[in-house]
């Protein structure tokens, strides 16, 4: 007999008992009053020791929310979300956060039991069926202790695309990529939330002209993301943009870092397409959203040390469990003039075969005009800078298949900011 922990309303108990059993033949369950107490009853069980169940509950948290976070804390044994009327989204979106089973209540026939019978002091026994028991869950042996394992990525089906835009050195200019990346991409109408992880000293919004960003402490505070907390974290920019983070105070940014790789999850089934500014070091919280990056583009600008710091970042992407194709390396502030150096970082893990794309030099304008907070005016000038950091996105975007039906766009999307790799008696062909 193996044990489970339920919150669900009073009167679906009986139901989801029910639908325990096509996935567990003999279920010992527990109910309990509220998320926290269900978290918590996983927290301090044994490893792997409760099978959890999330749902339906009427009010507060809602229930994918709540098993996905109780999968990301990685100690139950088996991760279950109980709904009624299941659709086909519902499924995806739940198997994307971890959860490893959806039990529709329909299936069982019936409404909700007022009034049914329980026994032994809230626990609900009953007759076993021939029903095997659930897979367990896998772990991904690339992840690094302590880390969400990486999700399968390449499909980006059913949820917005995650560019992440990193780096091993300050100043190269990740932020002013990251601000006219998102402005370009909702000037094509696209829902783009600009995601500061640079927690303690990040400043994504002052670029738009914002006077502060959303303090990303109150993660610590929420049992689960949720659209209502969503709500109250993205702070408008237009219509179709919203910024994100960072910290309002530098000392609470450690209280944020847990919660990152779920709000990412979250944004990204809210938005069209989820940009991320990162701090010049990975923090737990850079490595979280690495792990779900669609293409981690790490910048560098020629300067000293370029070499080594893409170095110790792509490698360690790869350690986190990143795959290598999704590792792109950005040249920032090139000379559309010159050839692309493409030995540098070619040696490196990570980098082996990577994609080079280059953003081209802005001059005094691009500094002046994010340091007055217009970078949507930047993104719409006809500008090396501006037009290279919009090529790079809708190229992106056109090899994940998530190019918008827009001319800019697909004008963008043909634009070449790299070349490929002579071959030996070839000459260098553009990449379209």
């Known amino acids: 007999m193996s044990e489970w922990v339920v919150l669900c309303d009073e009167r679906e108990l009986a139901s989801v008992e029910r639908a325990i059993r096509t996935i567990d033949p003999a279920p010992d369950v527990e109910a309990v009053g509220t998320a926290d107490a269900l978290r918590r009853a996983v927290l301090e069980a044994a490893p792997g020791a409760l ?51 959806v039990l529709d209540l329909d299936d069982l026939g019936g409404g909700p039991d007022v009034g049914a019978p329980r026994g032994d002091g809230g626990r609900l026994g009953g007759a076993p069926r021939s029903v095997p028991p659930p897979p367990p869950r896998r772990a991904d042996a690339l992840a690094a202790p302590g880390m969400p394992a990486s999700e399968p990525t390449g499909d980006v089906a059913g949820r917005a695309p995650v560019i992440v835009v990193c780096s091993g050195r300050g100043g190269v200019g990740k932020t002013a990529v990251a601000a006219v990346a998102a402005a370009r991409a909702a000037g094509w109408g696209m829902r783009v939330c600009a995601l500061d992880l640079d927690l303690s000293c990040g400043n994504l919004y002052s670029c738009f002209g914002l006077p502060r960003g959303s303090d990303l402490a109150r993660l610590a505070d929420a ?12 702070v408008p920019v237009t219509a179709e943009l919203d910024v994100v983070g ?11 870092m847990a919660g990152t790789g779920e ?50 970042t792509s490698g360690l992407a790869v350690r986190l469990g990143v795959a290598r194709t999704r590792v792109a390396r950005l040249d920032n502030r090139a000379n559309p003039r010159e050839r692309t150096n493409f030995l540098l970082g070619r040696a490196e893990v990570g980098l082996e075969a990577a994609r080079v794309f280059r953003t081209f030099e802005g001059g005094a304008e691009v500094r002046d005009l994010l340091a007055e907070g217009r970078a949507l005016e930047l993104a719409e000038l006809d500008s090396p800078f501006s037009e290279s950091v919009g090529a790079v996105v809708a190229q992106v975007l056109a090899e994940l298949g998530r190019l918008p039906g827009c001319d800019e766009a697909e004008r963008l999307a043909g634009e070449s900011t790299t070349r490929r790799r002579p071959g030996i008696f070839g000459r260098r062909r553009e990449v379209r």
């Open 263 to 312: 709000l990412v999850r979250m944004l990204a089934l809210e938005r069209d397409l989820v940009v991320v500014d990162t701090s010049t070091t990975f923090t737990d919280a850079v490595a979280q959203v690495a792990q779900l990056a669609d293409r981690l583009l790490v910048v560098s600008d020629g300067g000293p040390a370029t070499t080594a710091a893409l170095a110790r």
């Open 51 to 101: 099978g959890a169940v999330a749902g339906p509950v009427r009010g507060g948290v809602t229930d994918v929310n709540l098993a996905a976070a109780v999968a990301r804390d990685g100690n139950a044994r088996c991760v279950a979300l109980a709904a009624r009327g299941v659709s086909g989204s519902l499924r995806s979106r739940a198997a994307r956060a971890g959860v490893d089973h």
């Open 246 to 256: 960072p910290c309002e105070r530098p000392e609470s940014s450690e209280l944020a």
């Open 223 to 234: 049992p689960a993301v949720t659209p209502e907390l969503l709500g109250h974290l993205c």
